[in-house]
Each structure stands twice: as C-alpha cells, then as structure tokens.
C-alpha cells in the first residue's frame, strides 16, 4: 500500500485532492517493544525503497520503515552513499583532514588549550562527518508477520472522522 492512498480526499478548487493534514504514526510502544523488530544496519546505497522490497516484497512499504525509525526527512536523516557522502565533505570542507576538533582517550569531546597533548586526539573533519553518517545506520526494522498490521491500523486512524 502505498502511504497516501488511504487519506480521505478533500474538495480543493472544484477538484479532489488527498487530505495531507492527516497525521499518524506507530505507537511508541511498538517502536519501543524489541518483540516487533529487529535491528538493521543500513548498507552503502541501501534506501528505504529497496530495503522495504527486499524485506516485505513491496517496495511501497518504504514508508513503514520510515514512520518505525520517526525519519522524516530521508536526505538528512538516511544514511549517505559512499559517493555522495564524499562529495558532501569534499563540499562542505575546504580541507577534509583538517583537525575539526580533539577528543580524549575515552572519546569525550576536549578543549585544545586545557588538555595535554598526549591527552587528547584530533579528530578530522571527514572523521567527524563519518561518525555522523554512521550514527544513522542502525535502524529497526518492523518483523514482516507485523507489517500488514501496521497498514490496517494507518488505514483505520486515517479514516476516522470521515
């Protein structure tokens, strides 16, 4: 099912449209119970698209994925391609191995005046934006016998109040 079919539509301008102001979501408890996921590392150039056909046999469920992981902006909050990731450091960097800032022995963010050289380790500006990219990698993904679950529910919470 693809995420907007089952909006109810509105008159807008002698013309249906789908109803967008409708919002709804996996509950909590279900996003916080490990008895209805299980855990997945996003691999390079994996999407939500392919992710949700290789898992639920319908690459429309891509929003299932979506919804479970309260990722609402997938260029910001999806993981990035090697490639593209690449050119986002090379883009936003003018040197990508300058020193970003230094961290202690234990990873915990340091000053540079204050920490003794052999306290502290510079952190580059790719490593930093590599860490940032990795952060997003780990997502739940929703066990398969559970998905039509979720889609009926998202169907019945949108029509109420038709």
Aim: no cysteine; proline share 5%.
């Amino acid at each position: 099912m693809s995420y907007f079919t089952a909006f109810p539509l509105v008159r807008y301008d002698n013309s249906l449209q789908v109803n967008l102001t409708r919002r709804v979501g996996v509950s909590q408890a279900m996003k916080n119970n490990p008895a209805y996921y299980y855990k997945h590392n996003i691999g390079d150039g994996d999407t939500p698209e392919n992710l949700a056909d290789r898992f639920y046999d319908d690459v429309n469920l891509a929003w299932v994925i979506l919804q479970f992981n309260d990722i609402v902006n997938v260029f910001e909050e999806w993981p990035k391609p090697q490639w593209e990731f690449d050119a986002y450091v090379n883009a936003n960097y003018d040197d990508p191995y300058a020193i970003h800032h230094y961290v202690d022995l234990d990873g915990n963010r340091v000053d540079y005046e204050t920490t003794k050289s052999w306290e502290r380790v510079p952190v580059t500006n790719y490593e930093f934006e590599t860490w940032i990219n990795d952060a997003k990698r780990e997502i739940k993904l929703v066990l398969p016998e559970l998905v039509n679950t979720i889609v009926n529910r998202h169907k019945e919470i949108i029509q109420e109040g038709v």
